[in-house]
């Protein structure tokens, strides 16, 4: 469990991060596109920032705690794809890529978790695997910073999308 408490940490540092990056790019350009974004990038991170002040609020030792993780990781995935569907204007292209590998990661977490949890009394439970949902998890909030600090930093081209093929990838089916 005490992973988990890790977890959490780490999400909240991760969203404490990039709410601050993005209240800090809100002032660098007044076109209406750019603010239009800006204001539907603003309520996406807002969603985000409740999921997770949801799951840091999970006691892991109450019953019921892993169905709760579960949904919250669902809702994640949903806000996630929410940011990736939003169409950034120019000079931000980096962000799409950022975004597409946020949500690659937090649905192969979200899958993870789901085969960790899903089962009765943990049947499924591998350490290895919560390990994978962890550290993809961790891979997600990475890129949700990168996010924030290119609306910082205004240095998205097409030349800087990450790739997105990931190492640690799991079939649906």
């Not at 290895?128 to 609306?151: C, F, H, P, V, W």
């Amino acid at each position: 469990m005490k992973k988990y408490s890790t977890f959490k940490k780490y999400f909240l540092v991760s969203a404490f991060v990039l709410c601050s990056a993005f209240f800090a790019a809100c002032g660098k350009d007044n076109t209406a596109e750019l603010e239009a974004y800006k204001t539907d990038l603003q309520t996406i991170y807002n969603e985000i920032n409740t999921t997770a002040v949801s799951i840091n609020s999970i006691d892991i030792n109450q019953p019921g705690a892993e169905k709760k993780l579960l949904e919250y990781m669902d809702i994640m995935v949903n806000e996630i794809t929410s940011l990736k569907d939003l169409n950034e204007p120019a000079g931000y292209e980096a962000i799409d890529g950022y975004a597409t590998e946020a949500l690659s990661s937090i649905t192969q977490s979200s899958y993870m978790f789901h085969q960790i949890y899903d089962a009765d009394e943990f049947v499924n439970f591998n350490e290895t695997t919560a390990d994978q949902a962890i550290n993809l998890y961790s891979n997600t909030m990475e890129k949700l910073n990168q996010i924030g600090t290119t609306l910082i930093g205004n240095s998205a081209s097409t030349n800087s999308v990450p790739n997105t093929e990931s190492e640690n990838t799991v079939s649906a089916n």
